[in-house]
């Protein structure tokens, strides 16, 4: 340790209790690091400046003096010898870092900004400090003692994975943190011996299963409890091009990701094809998650793909997720549903069928007092204007593109259905994207709260505010 002062000292402490054979090269150092001197916590003082011959013998350096060049000649001193350094405050500076520490030995959780913000790192750490009972530490031994037991029991890896999830989500991980470890011990073989058993009768055959997961349109802060605890349960993730990077993060790191993305234009992918993969992957005894972008059940084929795994005979389950509509709507300030506006929502899908036209009951679509949501329709938006006004809708109706929904980069054009496909010509809005069509868009720019702020072309829609009922009616 290069340096004596306060910073030096909150960094000594911590190696102390890692057992580091320690010497501190300073003039002065504070009173604690003096007793840690004199009760032989710290190995050696040499209480004077700083030179390269400091470093000799040493695995590694930390340089907190208060001076930067002092700092920067410890660092190239130790870069010039292969001596791991780190320079307190100057992450260009560090070959190795110091994160905040959860100590629930043999469990050891580290938390680190890479020095960007290490208060932060340490509030990080006293919010998951209160989260994780000190008793985790005794479950971890408890486990460590009985790995070599389910080893030689259970010989497939997939089996002794789903063994000790069973484990510690079960009985035997609460009584260990109970501190009834002899009873947990007496549970665990109960649970070890019935697991054997039945995969002898099966012939070591796993049962597999699908879980069809719908991921939300985009925040991974929207995914429900279930849908995270099983993304991390499965052992493949099939999933769509709608599924967000943030949320494919969250996947278990040794799954493996299959993408069966599908694109205008590009289907790649049939879907009996990912049918047939499914069933294929659940029958070698795989955990399945079938992750989808917004909600499986609402344009995302979810029912086709449970009625080919109800035919195979394959066990699933099914996890509803905040649907594009509902998602990005919130996010652009716009109620689906207002007692002014609108007393439905009706969910349309903008994909044209083969014939280049769409089979919609456009005389229904045209009722007052509702909201259209239309999915896929960036690129029939001049057909949706026509086949709206054709059925009676007026052209001033105001009107919302939401691009990249619930995402940092999102944004949203507010508009009229007469000006929509050249103001989405003219603002390059790409998928994914929702128009929302009714008078509850007027309402966007004052109830916007998330990103940029919305794109306005007329005065016809940005002058309207929310206590101008009578007009925004008239006009919608």
């Not at 102390?16 to 504070?30: K, N, S």
């Not at 008793?135 to 000790?164: N, P, T």
């Not at 709507?329 to 716009?334: C, L, Q, S, T």
């Not at 029939?380 to 006004?389: D, T």
């Amino acid at each position: 340790m290069i340096g004596g002062g306060e910073v030096a000292t909150r960094k000594i402490a911590t190696l102390i209790e890692a057992g580091a054979i320690l010497t501190v090269v300073a003039p002065e150092v504070t009173a604690q690091i003096s007793v840690w001197v004199e009760n032989k916590a710290v190995s050696r003082y040499r209480r004077k400046g700083y030179d390269a011959s400091d470093l000799n013998g040493q695995f590694l350096v930390i340089a907190a003096t208060n001076s930067g060049s002092t700092n920067t000649r410890v660092f190239e001193d130790a870069e010039k010898n292969s001596i791991l350094v780190n320079v307190v405050d100057s992450p260009d500076q560090c070959r190795f870092i110091l994160p905040s520490i959860i100590d629930r030995s043999p469990l050891m959780i580290a938390i680190s900004s890479g020095g960007n913000a290490p208060v932060l790192a340490r509030i990080l750490r006293q919010k998951l400090e209160s989260l994780i009972p000190f008793a985790y530490g005794d479950l971890a031994r408890f486990a460590g003692g009985l790995r070599s037991m389910v080893k030689s029991r259970l010989k497939s890896f997939d089996q002794r994975r789903r063994f000790w999830e069973r484990i510690f989500d079960g009985p035997v991980s609460a009584l260990v943190l109970a501190g009834r470890e002899s009873e947990a011990k007496a549970l665990f073989h109960t649970d070890l011996e019935a697991v054997a058993a039945s995969q002898r009768c099966e012939g070591a055959s796993v049962a597999g299963e699908v879980f069809l997961v719908g991921a939300g349109p985009g925040d991974p802060e929207l995914l429900t409890l279930k849908a995270l605890r099983l993304m991390q349960q499965a052992d493949v993730v099939l999933y769509d091009n709608l599924v967000s990077p943030d949320i494919l993060d969250l996947i278990r790191r040794d799954a493996t990701r299959i993408s069966v993305a599908k694109a205008k234009g590009r289907h790649s992918i049939a879907q009996q094809d990912i049918n047939s993969e499914m069933i294929r992957l659940a029958g070698e005894g795989k955990r399945v998650c079938r992750l989808k972008g917004g909600d499986p059940f609402i344009f995302g084929r979810g029912g086709e793909e449970l009625a080919a795994l109800v035919d195979a005979g394959i066990s699933f389950q099914v996890v509803p997720g905040i649907s594009a509509a509902n998602g990005c709507a919130a996010y652009a300030g716009i109620p689906l549903t207002h007692r002014d506006f609108a007393d439905s929502v009706t969910f349309v899908t903008g994909h044209r069928k083969d014939h280049g036209y769409f089979d919609l009951p456009w005389e229904s679509l045209s009722t007052s007092r509702q909201t259209l949501v239309f999915y896929m329709g960036l690129s029939s938006a001049g057909l949706i204007r026509e086949k709206l006004v054709e059925s009676g809708i007026s052209a001033a109706t105001a009107v919302a593109v939401v691009e990249q929904g619930t995402r940092k980069e999102q944004r949203v054009l507010l508009t009229t259905l007469d000006e929509l496909p050249q103001r989405i010509a003219s603002t390059d809005l790409a998928s994914p994207a929702l128009i929302i069509v009714g008078g509850v868009v007027t309402l966007a720019e004052s109830l916007h709260w998330f990103g940029k702020t919305p794109m306005t072309d007329t005065e016809q829609v940005s002058e309207h505010r929310p206590g101008d009922y009578a007009a925004l009616i008239a006009g919608s």
